[in-house]
């Protein structure tokens, strides 16, 4: 690892609290424990790392192991009962507030044909991203979108929501991604059904791609003033065109291949204020090199296999497995085939890191720019 002067100094309590237990010391904290207070030098060096320090940990989740729970809850429970039928994603660090790394939230849902889940709103800003079947719908604020696997849809803070599948649809999975622990964490979540259960569709199925999906022209006429992106639907295949272009005349990153974030159309920023989000394309045999930065991060395989070497470990991965890289984790990707593209979607709270000022990266230098495995 790059010296890094965060980290040069760990060993050393020079500077840093360092005070000795005393039966006296200790009954003088018992009086400050009573008042609901504490000395500082008892926890600063907890409370103040030099370096972020996970709770959260790499997991894999594997599609395969989880794919036939997740059917199963449809037999178990509707709809109408679970308001949405979720399997949620647990880190074993974070346990206390459902995440599945750092201060993100995520599960698998499923829906039959036919099935319709009542339309609400929240100050959790959420997204979902489409794993399998056919003729899945979410309508937001009266837009709605027709679902195809890796398509990716935002609902936004504030937007009424609701999910369905059509009756000649097949049973549909996808992902949901939310920044519930985040939000709860700042004490600021709010939650409302719709007065009606179900919203009526005020405008064309489809429409915000046809006003906002154009790449790289931005309409004059809409006068979108909201903090998220107007463009509700991500499609998967101009996503993947789109990185299959960039990769035949770009060398992409050495940390990420290609990357592409999603954007909001309307300012290029992120698709919204505390989610960001990106298709990233590793080449046939491509092996990223190592680095880390802060912030969270929870990636589908979209396409393709291969592994990731997350903190010095070796996790392999297929096609729909989600695993997470956890604040300031060490991490490199490989794709495993010599013939074919891999694909890793990804979710992350970069807006939150970036705007907070927060944002810190750095490379692994030595090893050849490699982990040595553990
Ligand atoms: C939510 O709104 C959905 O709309 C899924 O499908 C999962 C978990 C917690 C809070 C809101 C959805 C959710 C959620």
Same mark, same amino acid.
């Given at each position: 690892m790059e010296a890094n002067r965060y980290d040069a !100094?760990?060993? $050393?309590t020079a500077g840093r609290a360092n005070v000795a237990d005393s039966p006296e010391r200790i009954a003088y904290y018992q009086d400050l424990a009573r008042l609901e207070t504490g000395a500082l030098w008892t926890v600063a060096n907890k409370i103040e790392p030099w370096a972020p320090r996970s709770a959260s940990v790499p997991v894999v989740w594997r599609y395969q192991e989880l794919r036939g729970h997740v059917l199963r809850s449809a037999e178990l429970v509707s709809p109408e009962e679970a308001g949405r039928r979720v399997i949620y994603l647990n880190n074993p660090g974070r346990r206390d507030v459902a995440a599945a790394v750092g201060w993100l939230y995520s599960g698998l849902q499923v829906m039959r044909p036919g099935e319709l889940a009542s339309a609400h709103k929240h100050s959790h800003s959420a997204l979902r991203f489409i794993m399998e079947g056919k003729g899945a719908f979410t309508v937001v604020d009266g837009h709605k979108m027709t679902l195809g696997a890796n398509d990716f849809v935002l609902t936004p803070n504030g937007t009424w929501h609701e999910h369905g599948v059509a009756e000649d649809g097949t049973t549909c999975i996808w992902q949901d991604g939310l920044d519930i622990p985040l939000v709860n964490a700042f004490e600021a979540g709010f939650y409302a059904v719709h007065p009606d259960l179900n919203q009526t569709v005020t405008h064309p199925v489809d429409d915000t791609s046809a006003l906002w999906g154009s790449a790289a022209l931005r309409p004059q006429t809409t006068g979108w003033t909201k903090p998220y992106s107007p463009l509700f639907k991500y499609e998967w295949e101009p996503t993947y065109e789109a990185l299959r272009r960039h990769a035949r005349v770009s060398a992409g990153s050495? !940390? $990420?291949?290609i990357l592409m974030e999603y954007v909001n159309p309307a300012t290029g920023g992120p698709v919204m204020p505390t989610i960001g989000a990106s298709m990233q394309l590793l080449r046939p045999g491509e092996h990223t090199k190592a680095h880390r930065h802060t912030g969270s991060f929870l990636y589908q395989v979209a396409k393709g296999s291969g592994f990731s070497v997350i903190d010095g470990k070796r996790y392999d991965w297929t096609e729909r497995d989600i695993f997470c890289v956890p604040s300031w984790a060490v991490h490199e990707h490989a794709n495993l085939s010599s013939s074919d593209d891999a694909c890793l979607f990804c979710f992350n709270d970069l807006p939150v890191m970036r705007s907070l000022a927060l944002y810190r990266e750095e490379a692994v230098k030595d090893n050849d720019g490699h982990q040595q495995l553990i």
């Open positions: !100094y760990r060993e $050393d050495p !940390y $990420d291949g």
